[in-house]
C-alpha cells in the first residue's frame, strides 16, 4: 500500500492488558476485537482516554493507529 501512495496504519496486537499498557499514548489509535464483525466495537482510543476494554487470551484485540483522511 505504501507504495502506492495509501498510509498503511501501524498495527498492535493486544493478548493482555500488559499489551495496552504497553501502547505510545501520545497517539490516537483503532481499538477493535479481533474475532469481531467489521465496524463493531471499534473504540478511538486518544491520548486523553482510557481504555475500557476486556483483554482475554481467548478474546485478543488490535490497536491500529488512527489516520485521518479519505476513506476507501
Not at 13 to 19: A, G, Q, R, Y
Not at 21 to 43: C, E, F, N, P
Not at 48 to 67: C, G, T, V, Y
Request: hydrophobic fraction near 40%.
Amino acid at each position: 500500500l505504501l507504495s502506492l501512495g495509501f498510509q498503511a496504519p501501524e498495527t498492535v496486537l493486544l493478548e493482555s492488558v500488559e499489551d495496552a499498557r504497553k501502547l505510545d499514548r501520545l497517539r490516537t489509535y483503532a481499538v477493535k476485537a479481533v474475532y469481531s464483525r467489521a465496524g463493531l466495537q471499534i473504540q478511538k482510543l486518544s491520548p486523553r482516554d482510557s481504555l475500557d476494554i476486556k483483554i482475554e487470551p481467548h478474546n485478543p484485540w488490535i490497536a491500529q493507529e488512527w489516520i485521518e483522511g479519505a476513506k476507501y
